[in-house]
């Protein structure tokens, strides 16, 4: 197995692990420029309708629409769907996978000055709560991506 690389020897900007605490706010759930949309696999599709006890293809025809061959929310107003009048997830035990690993995305990861800039100014739990290890943080932005490329 190789020896993992110093602290020193680390290239990524977050080696030191990045803090992150949800605050229940409901920024991530507006619209933000290029974060506009909520793609939706099927297994997101089944978690949804679970959620809301529709069957799968309600869910689909109510909330969902296509473009480019991707699923996602329809977005009716500047705010997700299921965003609530008290700002809060509606759905939030079945919300989608991107929902669940916000904010440790690949793009969000890409450089310090994305993550202290704009993800900061949308994200007040950014820099707070509990150290999650850059191993950790580069695991879940993985799963993520593997969640688009096998949707």
């Not at 190789?2 to 602290?7: D, I, V, W």
């Not at 974060?35 to 809301?52: E, G, K, Q």
Request: include cysteine; charged fraction near 30%.
């Amino acid at each position: 197995m190789p020896t993992p690389p110093s602290p020193a020897e680390d290239p990524r900007w977050y080696r030191d692990g990045l803090r992150f605490d949800c605050t229940a706010c409901g920024n991530c759930c507006r619209d933000h420029g290029e974060y506009t949309y909520v793609y939706i696999s099927d297994a997101d599709l089944v978690a949804l309708a679970a959620c809301l006890e529709l069957p799968e293809a309600q869910v689909e025809q109510l909330y969902c629409q296509f473009e480019d061959g991707w699923r996602h929310l329809k977005r009716e107003k500047a705010a997700c769907t299921f965003l609530d009048d008290k700002g809060l997830c509606s759905v939030y035990e079945g919300r989608p996978k991107q929902c669940k690993t916000w904010p440790f995305w690949q793009d969000t990861l890409a450089s310090k000055a994305d993550w202290s800039g704009p993800v900061k100014a949308c994200c007040p739990g950014i820099d707070q709560g509990e150290l999650t290890s850059a191993d950790d943080a580069e695991r879940i932005a993985q799963e993520t991506e593997d969640w688009y490329e096998n949707s």
